[in-house]
């Protein structure tokens, strides 16, 4: 037989099961249990104003972390014209430099936000001190994601504004 036959036939197979679990991973990414956001009053005022960027007092580390990971992969890749692309990616440059750890502009919120969650426990509250809603909602963050509308409704606000309950 052939000895190229011989190669190319594990190589092909190999290729195939890669695609099929490509396929099937990307299909496992669906938004299907995103938190439902409660911000009623707990108790029984008559008070029906809600700050509509109060986040719910549930939603805990492990909620926001599940909510992150079940989201689809989105990359400014998806962009169809070369400038998008560019224009993704330069927003999502810009915010990581201001929401990531350990950047050379990282907000001073973000930092409390990280030094909180490394020393908390799963169950602990989300955003204990407004540390989350003062990092990942801060104006100069959420300018830097608006560079890119792609970005900031695709990729930014899906996982630091929804999965955080805002």
């Given at each position: 037989?052939?000895t190229?036959l011989l190669i190319?036939i594990?190589?092909?197979?190999l290729?195939?099961?890669g695609?099929?679990?490509?396929i099937?991973?990307?299909?496992a990414?669906?938004?299907?249990d995103?938190p439902?956001v409660d911000?009623?009053p707990?108790?029984n005022?008559?008070n029906t104003?809600v700050?509509p960027?109060a986040?719910?007092?549930?939603?805990d580390?492990d909620d926001?972390?599940?909510c992150?990971?079940s989201?689809?992969v989105?990359?400014?890749?998806?962009?169809t014209s070369e400038?998008?692309?560019?224009?993704?990616?330069?927003a999502?440059?810009?915010?990581s430099?201001?929401?990531?750890?350990?950047?050379?502009k990282e907000?001073n919120?973000?930092?409390s936000?990280?030094?909180?969650?490394?020393?908390?426990?799963?169950?602990?509250?989300?955003?204990q001190n407004?540390?989350?809603?003062?990092?990942f909602?801060?104006?100069s963050?959420?300018?830097s994601?608006k560079i890119s509308?792609?970005?900031y409704?695709?990729?930014?606000a899906p996982?630091?504004?929804?999965?955080?309950?805002?």
């Amino acid at each position: 037989m052939n000895t190229k036959l011989l190669i190319a036939i594990p190589i092909l197979a190999l290729l195939s099961i890669g695609a099929v679990c490509l396929i099937a991973h990307k299909k496992a990414h669906v938004v299907d249990d995103i938190p439902i956001v409660d911000v009623t009053p707990k108790d029984n005022t008559t008070n029906t104003t809600v700050d509509p960027i109060a986040p719910k007092q549930t939603i805990d580390i492990d909620d926001w972390q599940r909510c992150f990971q079940s989201l689809p992969v989105v990359i400014c890749d998806d962009q169809t014209s070369e400038a998008d692309r560019s224009n993704c990616y330069q927003a999502s440059y810009q915010t990581s430099q201001l929401v990531f750890p350990d950047t050379t502009k990282e907000l001073n919120d973000c930092k409390s936000f990280y030094q909180y969650q490394k020393g908390s426990q799963t169950d602990a509250p989300l955003n204990q001190n407004s540390y989350y809603q003062k990092c990942f909602l801060d104006q100069s963050a959420i300018q830097s994601a608006k560079i890119s509308d792609f970005y900031y409704s695709k990729i930014y606000a899906p996982k630091y504004i929804t999965c955080a309950g805002f």
